[in-house]
């Protein structure tokens, strides 16, 4: 039996305290008592739907090196325009989405740059907090082709 220890789902630290359920846009997350005050706490019991949302479907195969059957994700090549595009649509200075984020203002521009590729957790705040989708199935960009 394998033991998985449980994370929050806005930021992907674990979970030392106890869990706490929040609505944040309309979702009820379990989240860490950091993440606690971005949205408004609901309660009830912390009793989990077993099927998962298509969200952690996509970041389970992606951070899992098992032959499942679901389709291996990767981060969008063009990330840094979807990320600026969504950033800016929002009224957003690259500070301001630093600071959402808890990240530096640096790292913001670095991604935006393409000077610096985001990680799984870099990507899942993204993702959270400008409502774009960063992910495509890794058999979409093979079929891309370079066009040299």
Same mark, same amino acid.
């Given at each position: 039996?394998?033991?998985?220890?449980?994370?929050?789902?806005?930021? !992907?630290? +674990? =979970?030392?305290?106890?869990?706490?359920?929040?609505? $944040?846009?309309? #979702?009820?997350?379990?989240?860490? %008592?950091?993440?606690?005050?971005?949205?408004?706490?609901? !309660?009830? +019991? =912390?009793?989990?739907?077993?099927?998962?949302?298509? $969200?952690?479907? #996509?970041?389970?195969?992606?951070? %899992?090196?098992?032959?499942?059957?679901?389709?291996?994700?990767?981060?969008?090549?063009?990330?840094?325009?979807?990320?600026?595009?969504?950033?800016?649509?929002?009224?957003?200075?690259?500070?301001?989405?630093?600071?959402?984020?808890?990240?530096?203002?640096?790292?913001?521009?670095?991604?935006?740059?393409?000077?610096?590729?985001?990680?799984?957790?870099?990507?899942?705040?993204?993702?959270?907090?400008?409502?774009?989708?960063?992910?495509?199935?890794?058999?979409?960009?093979?079929?891309?082709?370079?066009?040299?």
């Amino acid at each position: 039996m394998i033991l998985v220890k449980a994370a929050c789902e806005v930021c !992907g630290s +674990p =979970l030392k305290a106890g869990p706490n359920k929040v609505e $944040i846009d309309g #979702a009820i997350m379990i989240v860490c %008592s950091n993440c606690v005050k971005l949205g408004r706490p609901v !309660g009830g +019991p =912390l009793v989990r739907d077993a099927r998962p949302t298509p $969200i952690q479907s #996509a970041f389970r195969s992606a951070s %899992s090196s098992s032959g499942s059957s679901a389709p291996e994700l990767e981060v969008d090549p063009e990330y840094n325009l979807k990320i600026r595009q969504a950033r800016e649509k929002l009224g957003l200075s690259q500070e301001d989405l630093g600071r959402m984020l808890n990240e530096k203002p640096s790292v913001i521009r670095l991604v935006e740059s393409k000077k610096l590729k985001p990680d799984l957790a870099l990507t899942r705040k993204f993702m959270h907090y400008l409502k774009v989708n960063l992910l495509v199935p890794l058999s979409e960009l093979e079929g891309r082709g370079t066009g040299i």
